[in-house]
């Protein structure tokens, strides 16, 4: 079926994105992997082929090009090829919004050059070890003392934790009226009582350098607030449904290369003296997947139609992320017990994505989080 959200000037983009996937990402994925991080070589090259920051404007060396299409292709290309760990979509659709939404011009002609390039790897720090999506019920403080933020607590389970030069901080500040708000303050690399603490050894996206943050008493220039102080929540709110989407598109991606991992593995391997895709079973399992997938693949490109429309909802793109990554666990599952004994050998790819789609269904708000989205949209009393 002809996908139609998309135009020449995305698919050429997407040849773009797919030549650096096949020439700086696949060569060096199973070191990366055992390493446990990727090298800034490659975030300094995906600069250089302009794979950085397309919205970014052309005065901060960006293409000026705002349209969310662009960091789809991209997120395609990567979960095709199975580049779980180089967190682009993260640089790109989930921190670039913010960087471009609520910087002054003196915190754009900053950061923007520097990041577009690939010389400034981003983070966000939102969750902590007693917060998860309960993001009121975070510990960390942002408290003012002069022209400074006094910021103390700790934060886990960043991504690009060890890499990033810039991570987006979410800290408790304090009201006028004394009650407390949520603040985004941009903390630098090199800023004093900001310590990475261990890289953490993760089931999958093993390449994807995962780390705990300290802040102990860490002084950062109240210049680094990002937008309105005590109005880090709705920011936050407001870019969940992009985030949410992001997955949803690398996560039906992702369903139909499981979907091709096991085909060509079933039309090959024999049993019985004939292939196992020739078995009512086998056909019946891939035929359903392949329907499910065509249709999420159809709501998920009409989510982004939408998200391009700026008519984009929050339960849709819920909707978008659990029914995908609900899938995509299913495609997955599905390619390990038809692959048999060999789709538990990490030199197979399918057992390299049932280690790495497992986080899908958690990260970026949990699917039981998608669930209360989309049921309270019901009002079911």
């Known amino acids: 079926m002809q996908r139609s959200v998309f135009t020449p000037d995305h698919e050429e983009y997407r040849r773009l994105a797919r030549t650096f996937v096949e020439k700086e990402c696949l060569p060096h994925n199973d070191r990366w992997e055992a390493e ?63 960087l471009l939404e609520l910087t002054t011009d003196e915190q754009k002609a900053r950061w923007l050059p520097g ?6 790897i981003t983070a966000i720090a939102m969750t902590e070890p007693v917060a998860g ?10 408290v003012r003392d002069g022209d400074h933020y006094v910021i103390n607590g700790s934060k886990t389970f960043i991504s690009n934790g060890i ?54 008493d860490a002084r950062v220039p109240v210049a ?9 929540l709705h920011y936050l709110m407001r870019n969940l449904a992009k985030e949410r989407l992001s997955i ?19 039309r090959e391997r024999k049993a019985f003296g004939k292939p196992i895709g020739s078995f009512q079973n086998t056909r019946f399992v891939l035929a359903d997947l392949q329907a499910r ?6 709501f998920v490109d009409a989510c982004l139609a939408a998200l391009v429309a700026g008519e984009l909802t929050g339960v849709e793109a819920a909707a978008a992320k659990l029914c995908a990554t609900e899938l995509e666990d299913a495609a997955v599952d599905a390619g390990v017990q038809l692959h048999g004994g060999y789709g538990w050998m990490n030199e197979y790819p399918i057992a390299r994505m049932y280690r790495d789609s497992r986080i899908s269904r958690i990260l970026g708000g949990s699917n039981e989080i998608m669930k209360e989205i989309i049921g309270r949209s019901l009002q079911l009393g």
Not at 115 to 120: I, N, S, T
Not at 207 to 212: L, R
């Open 224 to 232: 680094n607030l990002l937008g309105e102080e005590n109005e880090g």
């Open 163 to 216: 890499l990033a030069d810039l991570v987006v901080l979410c800290a408790k500040t304090t009201r006028a009226d004394g009650d407390q708000g949520i603040s985004l303050i941009v903390v630098e690399r090199d800023t004093p009582g900001f310590e990475r603490g261990r890289r953490l050894d993760k089931v999958g996206a093993r390449s994807q350098d995962t780390a705990e943050l300290f802040f102990t």
């Open 133 to 142: 999506s309960d993001l009121r019920g975070m510990r960390t403080t942002a």
């Open 293 to 298: 997938a065509l249709m999420a693949r159809s």
């Open 115 to 120: 990041y577009v390039r690939g010389e400034l």
């Open 248 to 266: 949803a598109i690398s996560s039906v991606q992702n369903v139909f290369r499981a979907l091709e991992l096991t085909t060509a593995y079933v």
């Open 36 to 98: 446990g991080i990727v090298d800034r070589a490659a975030w300094l090259r995906a600069g250089e082929v302009g794979l950085l920051g397309p919205a970014v404007p052309e005065q901060y060396g960006g293409a000026g090009i705002d349209d969310p299409r662009y960091g789809a292709v991209v997120a395609e290309e990567f979960a095709t090829a199975g580049i779980g760990g180089f967190a682009i979509q993260l640089h790109n659709d989930l921190i670039g919004p913010y």
